[in-house]
């Protein structure tokens, strides 16, 4: 069986500033693009069965610079429907109703957690399946991504609210003795160490 690999899309200007982004299809900031870029040889070692791609384009294109060639856009990828919270900030959104919580609460004129988690749990049944063959990307948001990390070791949709996701990064799904479980979690890529100076001595 194949691990299941998560990857968050690159910055854009709105998870810069930490704006709610749903169907708003923002591209990625030079910055989203290097990180996505960072990406592909931290990938490059792996043959993918199965490549899941939310529709929007800030992962697509995170799919694109990472080296991934997409199988499949899923539209069950897609990051959480924010409704009428879409753009804000949770701060902003707390003014007007200070105990809002977006894992239990979900979101006015959008989606609740366990619609969240039912969307996420399909994309998990197709990620298993195609594990079967290999391993499997799915590329994707914050949000969408942190409830596929709860659904798979059998929380709630709400216990994502407990793992926290940066932009690109990577976290692995998979098993240990038979039972799911989380291997790697909101890892970003290797950092690359720098060229040495001319003249300097290389490593011993």
């Excluded at 791609?53 to 959480?80: N, Q, Y």
Aim: net charge neutral.
């Amino acid at each position: 069986m194949g691990e299941i690999l998560l990857i968050r899309h690159g910055e854009t200007e709105w998870s810069a500033a930490h704006r709610h982004t749903s169907y708003t299809d923002l591209a990625l900031t030079p910055a989203g693009e290097q990180q996505a870029r960072a990406l592909h040889p931290h990938l490059a070692g792996r043959s993918f069965a199965a490549v899941l791609v939310s529709p929007r384009r800030r992962a697509r294109r995170t799919a694109e610079l990472a080296g991934l060639t997409p199988t499949a856009i899923d539209a069950d990828l897609a990051e959480w429907h924010y409704g009428d919270y879409e753009g804000r900030t949770s701060a902003d959104i707390r003014r007007d109703a200070p105990q809002w919580y977006l894992w239990t609460d979900g979101c006015p004129g959008g989606e609740s957690p366990d619609q969240v988690g039912a969307r996420l749990d399909r994309v998990l049944a197709r990620a298993t399946e195609a594990a079967g063959r290999g391993d499997v990307a799915l590329v994707a948001h914050g949000h969408s991504l942190r409830v596929a990390g709860a659904r798979w070791i059998g929380l709630p949709a709400s216990g994502g609210g407990r793992l926290r996701l940066d932009t690109a990064t990577v976290s692995v799904l998979g098993h240990e003795h038979g039972r799911p479980v989380i291997l790697r979690w909101n890892q970003p890529p290797p950092v690359a160490a720098p060229a040495p100076s001319p003249g300097s001595p290389g490593p011993n």
